[in-house]
Structures are given as structure tokens and as C-alpha cells.
């Protein structure tokens, strides 16, 4: 099947400073594909290259395997959906909706029908006379989704659409636009920076860090398997333990640090003799727990911290000047174990990833 966006060696260049650098990927049609990493790594300018706002210096922009190379923003058949979602004021929701379609000059009864279903997929049928200012942030976005929709795109281009609302919000939109996403089947390129909505809501992520794609993959692979530094430290939330490696074959590695000497699995091959281990917070067991696991310590309690369905521990390993982050869950049987208590922390060589020291890609 041909991918609806296909980039192949695209880079991008702005006066001197190289935002994009030979990036290439393809998003499969009706599948969720988002850009994910930190402020400045290129994320918008990829998507504006998609939409034909921005033009490659190098490389090429495929939509459904055309080259772009000619073809203008208003000729691509994608629509975005920006971060701001610049709802006419003095329109009703129904006539924001109907905007995109008033200006292809479709007649009235196509209009209606189209507007119709636009609102009734986000969920805002009983809105339709509203004024944007009468709509709540969560509302508006949902208009701004219609409004989108509504012109039926081969590609819904969506650049941090959910930054202006707040957390709780932020988490019931975004199951809410897996569901519309699968309910119309449009392939959506999502933008973010923020790991969790990533991973909540795609298909296949492809993480940027300076210009380039570190890792392109499904969020599990990416979270368990993270093939960078940078990806390990950016999704999720990871002890980074200088370790110096023993030996090492194409698949794992054995290190030590501290006095302890475990083995862990590698993705890519590690140079030189010092390293960084990823080890992730809640991946670490912690009391009775941690003795069934492959790698065992015993660890002061530094620091607790309770955030109610888990309970964050800043521990040191014995012996060794390591600091240890552990999150355990927080099930209300047992009290939390106390600042200054030695307890024995475990975890499981495949909770780990190892990356060499030279790797620079951080
Ligand atoms: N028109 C421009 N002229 C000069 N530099 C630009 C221009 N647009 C973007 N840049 C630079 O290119 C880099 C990538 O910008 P981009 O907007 O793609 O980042 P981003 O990943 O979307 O970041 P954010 O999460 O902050 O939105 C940044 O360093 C930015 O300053
Ligand atoms: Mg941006």
C-alpha cells in the first residue's frame, strides 16, 4: 500500500542553522504517526513541509506517492489543525465548521449534511448556534477538529492542538481523538512534545531530537527499546547510571558500577569502556519484591515522595555513591518505608538498556 506521507533524505535549512537534517519516514495510510520530541527539533517545520507551508532544501515530500515538489499548500490534499485554533468570532460553531466548504462553493444540502456530521463526530451536535466565546477551551478545540474534518483530507496535519488545554482535558481529548481518528480513518501526523499524549495515542512515533529522527517505532518498542541516549532520557522517566562496561556481544552487555556487576541488553553496539545504563523508575522493585529479581542492592532511603497512586523513593545504593530513583505503586495495604532506611532494591536485566559514553547524541 502506497504511504500517504512519505519523506525521503528531507532537510531543511534557515539562513545558516540546519533545523531539519536528513530525515526520512513514511506514515501508512489511515494509521497515526506522531513527531515527538523537545522545543526547537524541527517538529513544525516537518509538518509544514507536509503541507506545502515550507519547502525542502533537500529531498522529497511524498503525499500518497506524489512528489510535491510543485505543488502548492492549497493544491496537497491535508489540512492543519494549529495550536491556536482561530475560530471566527462572530461566526456560529455550525458556520465555522461550514467555512472550508463555503469557500469550495458546495451546494447548501451538502453543506448541511457534511456540518452535521463534522459536529456530530465531536460530539457537538447540541452546539451548533453557539457563538465560539460561549464554548469551553475543550469545545473549541473540538470546532477546530470539525472544522478540519469537515473538508475530508487525505491528511489531518495536527501541531500541538491540545497545548492550551489543561491536564484533565488534555488526557479525554486525547482518547477522544484516537476514537475520531479511527472512526474516519484519516491518517493523522500528530506534533507534541509532550511523551505522554505520544505514546497514549499513536500508532508509530517517530522521536526527533536536533533535526534528525532517533527512533521511529511504536511507543512500546520505543519506550522498552529505546535505541538512543536521548530517547531513553526523553520518554519516560529514567535513572542514568554511569556504569563501565565489562564486555559486550551485538545484544547485551555486562557492566559494573558501585560494586555491582549485572548484565544488560543493548540497542546498538557499545564503544570504549564507559557507558550509561537506563534503568527506568518503576521498573525497580523495591522490599520483599526486589529479592525475586535478577539484579539485587540494598538502597538508603534518601527521600519519599507520595503522588497518591505511586510513591517516589531517592534512594543510594550501598556502597557505591549511585543515586537510585524507584517509583512503586502505591496500593494503600502498606505504609511507605521511611527516610533513612536501607532496604533491598531489585530489578530484572531486561528493565535496563545500556548506551556507550561517546554516543553523542544527547
Ligand atoms: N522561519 C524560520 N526562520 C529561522 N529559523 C526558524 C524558522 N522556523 C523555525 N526556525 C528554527 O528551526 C528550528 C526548528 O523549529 P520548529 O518550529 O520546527 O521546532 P519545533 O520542534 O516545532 O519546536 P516547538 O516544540 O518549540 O514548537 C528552531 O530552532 C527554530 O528556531
Ligand atoms: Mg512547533
Known amino acids: 500500500m502506497t504511504p500517504d506521507v512519505e519523506f525521503r533524505s528531507v532537510s531543511k535549512v534557515f539562513g545558516d542553522f540546519l533545523a531539519v537534517d536528513d530525515i526520512s519516514f513514511s506514515v501508512p495510510q489511515g494509521s497515526f504517526f506522531s513527531l515527538l520530541g523537545p522545543s526547537g527539533c524541527g517538529k513544525t517545520t516537518t509538518l509544514r513541509m507536509t503541507s ?52 469550495d462553493r458546495r451546494p447548501r444540502a451538502e453543506i448541511n449534511k457534511r456540518v452535521g456530521e463534522a459536529l456530530e463526530l465531536v460530539g457537538l451536535s447540541e452546539f451548533s448556534t453557539r457563538k465560539p466565546r460561549q464554548l469551553s477551551g475543550g469545545q473549541m478545540q473540538r470546532v477546530a477538529l470539525a472544522r478540519a474534518l469537515v473538508k475530508q483530507p487525505k491528511v489531518l496535519l495536527l501541531d500541538e492542538p491540545l497545548g492550551a488545554l489543561d491536564l484533565k482535558l488534555r488526557m479525554q481529548m486525547q482518547l477522544e481523538l484516537k476514537r475520531i481518528q479511527r472512526e474516519v480513518g484519516t491518517t493523522f501526523m500528530y506534533v507534541t512534545h509532550d511523551q505522554s499524549e505520544a505514546l497514549t495515542m499513536s500508532d508509530r512515533i517517530a522521536v526527533m531530537n536536533k533535526g534528525r529522527i532517533d527512533q521511529l517505532d511504536t511507543p512500546q518498542a520505543i519506550y522498552d527499546r529505546p535505541a538512543t541516549r536521548f530517547v531513553a532520557s526523553f520518554i519516560g522517566n529514567a535513572n542514568l547510571i554511569p ?80 543515586d537510585l530513583t524507584v517509583e512503586a505503586p502505591h496500593d494503600g495495604t502498606s505504609s511507605p518505608y521511611s527516610v533513612g532506611e536501607t532496604v533491598a532494591v531489585g530489578w530484572d536485566g531486561s528493565a535496563a538498556t545500556a548506551f556507550s559514553d561517546e554516543q553523542n547524541d544527547g
Open 243 to 322: 556504569v563501565e562496561i565489562l564486555e559486550s556481544s551485538d545484544t547485551d552487555a555486562k557492566v559494573s558500577a558501585g560494586g555491582l556487576q549485572f548484565n544488560v541488553p543493548i540497542t546498538q553496539r557499545l564503544t570504549g569502556n564507559g557507558g550509561i545504563v537506563s534503568l527506568r523508575f518503576e521498573r525497580i522493585r523495591i522490599g520483599p519484591d526486589a529479592k525475586k529479581q535478577q539484579v539485587k542492592a540494598d538502597a538508603t532511603v534518601r527521600d519519599v515522595i507520595f503522588s497518591g497512586s505511586s510513591i517516589t523513593y531517592v534512594m543510594k545504593l550501598a556502597g557505591g555513591d549511585i
Open 52 to 103: 506545502g507551508f515550507e519547502w525542502p532544501d533537500r529531498g522529497e515530500v511524498l503525499i500518497a506517492g506524489r512528489d510535491m515538489q510543485n505543488v502548492p499548500a492549497y493544491a496537497r490534499s491535508t489540512n492543519m489543525v494549529f495550536q491556536r485554533w482561530a475560530l471566527f468570532p462572530h461566526m456560529t460553531v455550525a458556520q465555522n465548521v461550514a467555512f472550508g466548504l463555503e469557500v
